[in-house]
């Protein structure tokens, strides 16, 4: 647990700092510039975890697979309910959702792929 406390504060971070950017209306312009620019660090530590994480035995690779399954299907999930919500109840869909849905989905293969083209 010692060893995993960065990246749990770095994740708290990044979850609190969205929360304060999710409805910034409130907030003074000098304090949604601080806040976006702490989101965007963190967010780059958060990535700088993500992507230098190793599994060192079997069970840790599958603690990782796991992870990441759970963190693919929830994102496509929050997507999709997005699109079909905006489709059904607004009758237009935000860009913003289909172009992440499209990312979420093409950057699944492009992983799987250069996973399998790698090891």
Not at 49 to 73: K, T, Y
Request: include cysteine; proline fraction near 2%; charge should be positive.
């Amino acid at each position: 647990m010692k060893q995993y406390i960065s990246e749990i504060i770095v994740t708290a971070l990044l979850v609190i700092l969205a929360a304060l950017l999710w409805n910034p209306y409130w907030m003074p312009m000098g304090a949604l510039y601080a806040v976006l620019v702490c989101f965007v660090v963190v967010l780059g530590g958060f990535i700088a975890f993500v992507w230098r994480e190793r599994g060192g035995d079997e069970r840790e690779v599958l603690i990782r697979q796991v992870a990441s399954r759970v963190a693919h299907m929830s994102g496509t999930l929050v997507f999709a309910v997005g699109i079909v919500w905006q489709t059904l109840v607004l009758h237009a869909v935000d860009a913003w959702l289909v172009a992440g849905f499209m990312i979420t989905i093409l950057a699944k293969a492009v992983g799987y792929a250069y996973g399998r083209g790698r090891y």
